[in-house]
């Protein structure tokens, strides 16, 4: 199990980014959540398994309408006590 916080740059905002990624984590069993930044970002934590954050880091970039040209990735600690994904803001 991982757990990572993930800043996306490029064209995520107003393009169904935050219900996207809602869905694919759904669909993959991760937990975490996705928020708008003010500064034209989405800002996403999401734990699970390694293979399964590849897979939703994949099928996000390969999103109709979004458009991610670069991210900022950091590793934390895993939160034992989350059970969902949740869209933030």
Do not use: P
């Not at 757990?3 to 694919?24: D, K």
């Not at 708008?36 to 390969?62: I, M, R």
């Amino acid at each position: 199990m991982k757990r990572f916080r993930i800043r996306f740059f490029g064209r995520v905002q107003g393009v169904g980014f935050r219900w996207t990624a809602y869905h694919i984590a759904q669909g993959l069993d991760l937990t975490g959540w996705v928020e708008n930044e003010f500064d034209g970002t989405v800002l996403c934590e999401v734990q699970g398994e390694s293979a399964a954050v590849d897979g939703f880091l994949g099928k996000l970039n390969g999103s109709r309408y979004i458009r991610i040209d670069d991210m900022d990735i950091k590793e934390l600690a895993l939160d034992e006590s989350e059970r969902c994904f949740d869209i933030r803001g």
